[in-house]
C-alpha cells in the first residue's frame, strides 16, 4: 500500500514538471508554435489526396489567419540536386540536398503578410516586408512529428526574391533571417532587395528607424524652441501694454486731482503741461517803510 502510494505521488510529481516545462518551453518559443502551426495546415492540405510530386499546393487557411498566405511542395530528394526547387518567392539552386537524407521531403512556404509583425521583430528596425519563409520536412513523417530538415547547399546559396518592394527607393535596407529559436541575424541586400541563405527560416528586409527617430525628436525641441521664443516675445508685448494703461491710468487720477483742487491756469511748456498762478496770494512787505 505505502508502494503504490510513493509510485502516485511520483508520477503526479513527474506530469505536474513535464506540463510546467512544455508551458515553460512554449511561452519563451513563439517561432516554434508558428511551425507547428503552419506544418498542422499543410498537413491538411495534402491529406485525402494523394500529391502529385512537383505539384505546388495552397493550404486553405481559417478565416481567424486572414492575410497569411501557405503553400506546399513534396520533392525527390534527386530532383532537388539535379534541378533545384523555384517555388514561391525562393530559389533553390541545383546540387543542394537534405540534411539528414531523406528520398523524398516536403516544403512549406509561407507568408506571413500582415501577421508578421505578431511574430517578429528586430529592434531598431522596421520591416519594410512581410514574413516570407520556408520550412522542409521529412516526407514520409510529416504526417507524424515536426521531423524537420536542413539543407546542404554545396554550390550557389538560396536566394529569396521580395517582389513587393520597389527596387532603389530604400537605401539602407538589410536582410533579416529568424531561424527556428527566433534569433535574428542581419545580413546586406543586393541592389534587386534579394536575400541570400543557406538553410530554411524566416525573412524579412527591415531598415533602420534610429535616424528617423533621432531627426523627429531634432525635429520636435526646435518646434518647442520656436514656440518658446514666440511666447516669450508675446509675454513681453502684453506686459509692456500692461505697464502702459497703469501709467496712464495714474497721469489720469493724478490730472483728476489736481482739477478738483484749486483752480490754477495752466501753460504748455513743449510737450509737457504745467500750472501758471494767476494773481499773487501774498504781497511783499518792506523793511523801512518810508513816509
Known amino acids: 500500500m505505502e508502494s503504490s502510494t510513493n509510485n502516485l505521488w511520483f508520477f503526479t510529481f513527474l506530469l505536474l514538471f513535464l506540463k510546467s516545462s512544455s508551458l ?28 502529385r510530386t512537383g505539384a505546388l499546393y495552397d493550404a486553405s487557411l481559417p478565416a481567424s489567419l486572414a492575410g497569411m498566405k501557405l503553400s506546399v511542395v513534396r520533392l525527390r530528394s534527386r530532383t532537388l540536386w539535379r534541378k533545384g526547387a523555384n517555388f514561391s518567392h525562393f530559389h533553390i539552386p541545383p546540387n543542394t540536398l537534405p540534411v539528414p537524407y531523406v528520398h523524398r521531403l516536403i516544403i512549406v512556404y509561407h507568408d506571413l503578410g500582415n501577421w508578421s509583425s505578431v511574430y517578429f521583430n528586430v529592434s531598431g528596425y522596421s520591416m519594410m516586408t512581410p514574413v516570407v519563409g520556408f520550412m522542409a520536412y521529412d516526407s514520409d513523417s510529416i504526417f507524424r512529428n515536426l521531423s524537420r530538415l536542413e539543407f546542404n547547399t554545396t554550390g550557389e546559396p538560396i536566394s529569396i526574391q521580395f517582389k513587393d ?47 528617423r527617430r533621432r531627426m523627429k525628436e531634432w525635429s520636435f525641441w ?49 510737450e ?9 496770494r501774498t504781497y511783499p512787505v518792506l523793511e523801512n517803510p518810508t513816509f
Open 272 to 280: 509737457s503741461r504745467m500750472p501758471r498762478a494767476t494773481t499773487t
Open 24 to 51: 515553460v518551453h512554449s511561452s519563451n518559443s513563439s517561432t516554434q508554435s508558428l511551425d507547428v502551426l503552419l506544418h498542422d495546415h499543410a498537413f491538411k492540405a495534402l491529406d485525402h489526396r494523394r500529391p
Open 222 to 270: 526646435m518646434i518647442g524652441f520656436g514656440l518658446g521664443i514666440v511666447g516669450l516675445v508675446v509675454a513681453g508685448l502684453v506686459g509692456k501694454f500692461c505697464i502702459e494703461i497703469v501709467r496712464g491710468k495714474r497721469m489720469w487720477e493724478m490730472e483728476k486731482e489736481a482739477d478738483e483742487g484749486e483752480s490754477m491756469d495752466t501753460i504748455w511748456i513743449d
Open 165 to 211: 518592394l520597389n527596387t532603389g527607393i530604400q537605401k539602407r535596407t538589410e536582410c533579416a533571417m529568424f531561424n527556428v529559436r527566433g534569433e535574428v541575424s542581419l545580413s546586406s541586400t543586393d541592389a534587386l532587395n534579394i536575400c541570400y541563405a543557406r538553410g530554411p527560416g524566416h525573412f524579412s528586409i527591415v531598415v533602420p528607424y534610429k535616424k
